[in-house]
């Protein structure tokens, strides 16, 4: 039998068979791999943890991330995972590997950022550590708190749910294509903007899960179809997402065509969006329109769980369905 590769399976096949090979029986894991935290229950709370990593030439460059904003978006990947639970982030550690002609005004600059991006949600710094390294890699564990019942995971989705997403999909990934493209000027900087700097929805998870509203949550960081794989999977059910629906900013609408002949493949498919994406009862729709609005945060209703053997179906708009054959970007593959 010949040994398979990394490629071959890629970043979310080596998930499943890490995940088959270190269970764990403790009473006090709530929750392992499988979800965006881990949760272990201490007493009257539950702790949460959650890693992150970010390697020069794979998730950024130098050339187009300034330090300072690359210190905010380090934290902020991190602080997206605990917002996806609903829970309250409370003290991070951070290892750095850094190439030795490396300014130290870089660095300066990148824990500044890391500082202004930590101290916004109350979350102190308690310790890390520095090596050695060919190119930059950022591997943070940020640390936080809940309450056992007042927690929501990628499980728990039902048929007849709504799926909703908050803010817009697509400008993080659309930003990317143009900063590998050389850049763009005028109303496009926002586009750029949204993928070095994305703005972690803390607020709004742990009002979604404070008030009850939602039967199971996920953030989308690495595509619309893939974290919604990652959730109908655990929840064992299917999804239908409707094309119209999504939420797409005028940026977006505007400069779309000049990288895609689809208007809605980078918005499915791309990633670093940071948005919630979660599953609630019907009834619970004007519930959310008023959060919404009170947050001043977009929540759309971009389609319905269905039954599991129904798999997740893409409805364009002339009322057609199809199972998308591309989910977006995964390591190794």
């Not at 709530?30 to 390697?55: P, S």
């Not at 991070?92 to 005004?105: A, H, V």
Request: glycine letters at 10%; aromatic letters at 6%.
């Amino acid at each position: 039998m010949t040994d398979k590769i990394l490629r071959e399976i890629g970043e979310f096949g080596i998930i499943d068979r890490i995940r088959r090979w270190t269970g764990s029986s403790d009473p006090a894991l709530l929750q392992g791999i499988g979800d965006d935290v881990a949760v272990i229950e201490m007493r009257r709370k539950v702790l949460l943890a959650t890693t992150d990593i970010l390697i020069e030439d794979i998730h950024f460059k130098r050339s187009w991330s300034d330090p300072y904003r690359l210190g905010r978006k380090a934290i902020a990947v991190n602080l997206s995972d605990i917002a996806a639970m609903g829970g309250v982030p409370k003290y991070f550690l951070i290892s750095l590997g850094l190439p030795k002609n490396l300014s130290l005004s870089f660095v300066t600059s990148f824990y500044r950022g890391l500082k202004d991006g930590s101290r916004r949600f109350g979350v102190d710094l308690v310790g890390g550590d520095t090596s050695l390294s060919p190119r930059i890699i950022i591997n943070i564990c940020l640390l936080g708190e809940g309450t056992k019942g007042g927690l929501l995971f990628r499980k728990g989705a039902r048929v007849g749910d709504d799926l909703f997403v908050s803010g817009t999909l697509g400008d993080a990934a659309l930003g990317l294509r143009m900063l590998e493209k050389g850049g763009a000027k005028g109303d496009a900087s926002r586009l750029i903007e949204k993928h070095l700097s994305p703005r972690p929805r803390i607020e709004l998870g742990q009002a979604i899960a404070g008030h009850r509203l939602a039967t199971a949550m996920i953030d989308v960081s690495d595509g619309l179809l893939i974290d919604t794989t990652h959730l109908l999977k655990e929840s064992k059910v299917g999804a239908r997402i409707r094309e119209e629906q999504l939420p797409l900013s005028r940026p977006y609408r505007k400069w779309i065509r000049s990288y895609s002949k689809d208007l809605y493949e980078i918005a499915l498919a791309g990633g670093e969006d940071y948005e919630l994406l979660f599953t609630a009862p019907p009834e619970k729709r004007k519930e959310i329109l008023t959060l919404s609005h009170s947050l001043r945060i977009p929540i759309t209703r971009i389609g319905e769980i269905v039954h599991r053997k129904k798999g997740l179906r893409i409805v364009q708009r002339d009322g057609r369905e199809y199972s998308p054959d591309r989910l977006g970007f995964e390591h190794f593959k």
